[in-house]
């Protein structure tokens, strides 16, 4: 399967890779991907590929943080353990 090659950052703490854009595509060149050059256009095929293998990950930036999504889902975690903390103090 063909494979995409990501620019990104990677956030050290939590080890995720952020990515911004893809700056290029590796074909397989296989006629069983529906990705690759050499695949026919007007192919009908079920049993064709239609993903794309794992991301070559281009690191063009390091943040010494966690990404924003893990901070977002730490956030909520806290909040829904006030909530909890919260509700139990009413009962
Ligand atoms: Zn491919
Ligand atoms: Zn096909
Ligand atoms: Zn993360």
Not at 49 to 61: A, E, F, K, L, T
Request: proline share 2%; aromatic share 6%; with cysteine.
């Amino acid at each position: 399967m063909c494979q995409r090659r990501a620019a990104g950052t990677l956030w050290l703490k939590c080890g995720h890779f952020q990515r911004h854009m893809i700056t290029a595509i590796y074909d397989c060149m296989s006629v069983n991907c529906e990705h690759s050059y050499i695949h026919p256009k007007h192919c009908q095929s079920r049993a064709c590929i239609s993903m794309y293998g794992p991301d070559v990950q281009d690191v063009i930036d390091r943040v010494e943080d966690r990404c924003l999504q893990c901070q977002w889902q730490e956030q909520k975690a806290l909040q829904d353990q006030q909530k909890a903390a919260q509700a139990q103090e009413k009962s």
